[in-house]
């Protein structure tokens, strides 16, 4: 998401900052470019325009020309402008004392609405650990019923599902009722959607309101549809009153433009994005880690959070160790690239490193393929060998190769860079952190 304006944003900041002095002049070129990258983003027209206006009187107003480094002061102003224009501060679920806490989620056909109830039960329990029921409540989508089903148990989550019932006000008040049973900390309430808003699903939701009586109603938009999501916000919102945003499919080649269009248009918070249909592809929104994103400034926090879950401190501070005193085998090899690959796809964790997110060409992706080649290579070694790859001689090699379905040059390959890292790492471990960072730096 964003590679096609965050590539604009920087093609413009570069001949800003290229300028030994700025001029008034040069600060209006420059954003009519910027609202130019925002339009063709399929970021909202007013949004745009009110966004370039304000970057530039916000610049000029600090009378940033007549001082060093304008241009980087421009981009400054730039991502302040973008993080307030995305909704300024994180917003997320509600928490209330009462059991359970309701969330009733709606919005059109084909959005996203029974993958998000699913991703959302997840996150809830992974992350808060709280106990949430689902309720499927999509009585005329065929087949609606049992894909949130299905989806509940393959993550192990309760459900409420009676197939076949027709009355959908029904089903949600007895779902209320079993997590009251079962002590539930979240009921989460699946709705039907139409292709096209009209009176008669507005009507049914009202109803199904009333009677869920949810405590935060949030809306499911497809973030490809682009300008046709602000437009399905603003009259769900009229009718329905939402709480929060749920942008979805954000991991295909949408633009971003929905993403940077709703909240100033509508004035509802984006709180999560959806990046994939595994139920664990769900991202919080921050804004200011959505700007810097977009700026090209990568997204250290999220990456840090996502190896958080995957590597405990313990196991951290013992990889360490063995980083320092150079044995580190194949086996923690093996371990640490099967955790790297459950933080997500290879494009999105490189995308979260600053300097690298708007430098990948778009459409970019990564031959995930080579890392099951290189799990087969590892695999194909003795417990000794992975212990000890000094002894991996020519035969051995030969016998690697042939058992993994690949080449003694792969696997030539692969021995040479791990030795490689491996001094890498002892360097970097030894370094400290401010010799490292100026590295990082330099
Ligand atoms: N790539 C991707 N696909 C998604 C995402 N969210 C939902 N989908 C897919 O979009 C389709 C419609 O989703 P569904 O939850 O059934 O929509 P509903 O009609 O609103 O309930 C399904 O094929 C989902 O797997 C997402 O964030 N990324
Ligand atoms: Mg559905």
Redesign the pocket.
């Known amino acids: 998401m964003f590679e096609q304006l965050s590539q604009r944003l920087d093609g413009v900041f570069k001949k800003l900052t290229g300028q030994a002095a700025l001029s008034e002049d040069n600060i209006k070129e420059s954003m009519r470019e910027v609202r130019r990258a925002l339009l063709e983003a399929d970021v909202h027209i007013q949004v745009a325009k009110d966004f370039a206006k304000k970057v530039e009187e916000r610049a000029l107003g600090r009378e940033v020309l007549r001082k060093l480094n304008a241009g980087q002061q421009v981009i400054q102003v730039v991502h302040e402008v973008l993080v307030e224009t995305l909704g300024g501060t994180a917003a997320g679920l509600v928490e209330t004392r009462e059991i359970p806490t309701r969330i009733m989620l709606v919005?059109l056909?084909?959005?996203?609405?029974?993958?998000?109830t699913a991703k959302l039960g997840f996150f809830l329990r992974k992350k808060r650990k709280k106990v949430p029921l689902l309720a499927a409540c999509?009585v005329y989508?065929p087949a609606?019923m049992e894909?949130l089903q299905t989806l509940a148990s393959e993550v192990g989550l309760h459900s409420h599902v009676e197939l076949g019932e027709t009355d959908a006000v029904g089903i949600a008040t007895r779902a209320l009722e079993q997590a009251k049973q079962i002590g539930a900390d979240y009921l989460l309430v699946?709705t039907a959607?139409r292709l096209h808003i009209d009176d008669a699903m507005m009507d049914e939701l009202e109803q199904m309101k009333q009677a869920v009586r949810p405590h935060q109603l949030l809306l499911?938009v497809d973030g490809m549809s682009g300008q046709d999501a602000i437009t399905a916000a603003e009259s769900f919102h009229a009718r329905l009153g939402i709480d929060g945003v749920i942008l979805?499919?954000?991991?295909?080649d949408a633009r971003g433009g929905a993403a940077l269009s709703i909240r100033a248009v509508t004035g509802i918070p984006i709180l999560f994005l959806?990046?994939?249909?595994r139920p664990s592809?769900l991202e919080a929104f921050h804004p200011d880690r959505m700007a810097q994103r977009i700026l090209g400034m990568g997204d250290v926090l999220t990456l840090v959070e996502r190896a958080q879950e995957q590597v405990s401190e313990e196991d951290a501070r013992k990889l360490e160790e063995r980083l320092r005193k150079q044995t580190f085998t194949f086996e923690d090899f093996l371990d640490q690239l099967r955790k790297i690959r459950k933080m997500g796809p290879m494009e999105d964790l490189l995308k979260m490193i600053p300097g690298v997110g708007n430098r990948l060409p778009p459409g970019f992706s990564m031959d995930e393929k080579q890392f099951v080649r290189i799990e087969a290579i590892i695999q194909s070694m003795t417990h000794k060998e992975r212990r000890k790859p000094e002894i991996i001689d020519g035969s051995r090699r030969k016998r690697i190769a042939r058992g993994s379905g690949t080449s003694v040059q792969e696997v030539n390959r692969l021995l040479k860079d791990f030795q490689a890292m491996r001094k890498m790492m002892s360097q970097l471990t030894k370094m400290g952190p401010r010799k490292f960072m100026r590295m990082v730096r330099g």
Do not use: F, I, L
Request: proline share 0%; hydrophobic share 15%; aromatic share 0%.
């Open positions: 919005g056909q084909g959005s996203g609405k029974t993958t998000s999509d989508r609606a894909q699946d959607g499911v979805t499919k954000m991991d295909g959806g990046s994939g249909e592809a």
